[in-house]
């Protein structure tokens, strides 16, 4: 149990268009889910916490209008990296949790490379 | 200084060694305690879940908790290549909050 999907695993896009991530708790429903990202060989950084019918909190330093959060129904959340620049290029990871589960759960990431 | 401090490594054993990793941390309200394993360009996956104070054994690995040294470790028995990898400590004060993630170790483990 506890799966987390995440879609696309890899995607190349060219400078300027916008890119959509999907994350989805297959074998539970997810209260909230987490969007980080990281730099090779750095650890996680938490872009911004989602919960289920409300809008996205964002960490510090994290433009909101560039890295759209929808959180529309308990298994599904999505990441839309809008107007992308080669800066944008990197690995972003999901997660999900239960309600009243400290545990959190990740996707596979999504390998984004912006021409 | 950072809330969770990991040592990055890499931390190089020969097959069916003992791994031996650890993280400490300097806020007390931290209460629920992880250890994820990530391969390179994949998503973390969570090992060891523990809470309390102490030792947990799963299979070749074992998570200790020491809350009042604010110290925990991950080992991991017979170690294999396959177990090479980064390994990431991580710990939460309740559920739904952020998880804080230590920087990540990684392990060599070489044939």
């Known amino acids: 149990g506890a799966v987390v999907s995440q879609h696309p695993s890899w995607v190349i896009c060219k400078s300027g268009t916008s890119v959509k991530i999907e994350c989805r708790s297959l074998d539970f429903q997810a209260t909230t889910m987490f969007w980080y990202r990281q730099f090779p060989k750095q650890s996680l950084m938490l872009m911004a916490t989602?919960?289920?019918?409300?809008?996205?909190?964002?960490e510090q330093g994290v433009e909101k209008d560039k890295f759209l959060i929808n959180h529309a129904s308990l298994t599904l959340s999505t990441l839309t990296v809008t107007s992308a620049h080669p800066e944008d290029s990197s690995f972003y990871i999901c997660?999900?949790?239960?309600?009243?589960?400290?545990?959190?759960?990740f996707g596979s990431g999504t390998q984004l490379s912006v021409l | 200084q950072k809330e969770v401090e990991q040592d990055p490594g890499p931390l190089s054993v020969p097959e069916g060694a003992i791994v031996s990793l650890n993280c400490t941390y300097s806020n007390s309200a931290f209460q629920y305690f992880m250890w994820y394993r990530q391969y390179s360009r994949k998503g973390p996956e969570l090992l060891m879940y523990?809470?309390?104070?102490g030792n947990k054994e799963d299979g070749r690995f074992t998570a200790q908790v020491d809350k009042s040294s604010k110290y925990i470790s991950l080992f991991i028995r017979d170690s294999q290549p396959s177990d090479s990898a980064t390994y990431l400590c991580a710990m939460i004060k309740a559920a739904g909050n952020k998880l804080t993630f230590g920087g990540g170790t990684r392990v060599l483990v070489k044939p």
């Open positions: 989602s919960n289920e019918g409300s809008k996205a909190t964002y």
């Open positions: 523990t809470y309390s104070s």
């Open positions: 997660s999900a949790t239960r309600t009243g589960d400290e545990k959190l759960f």
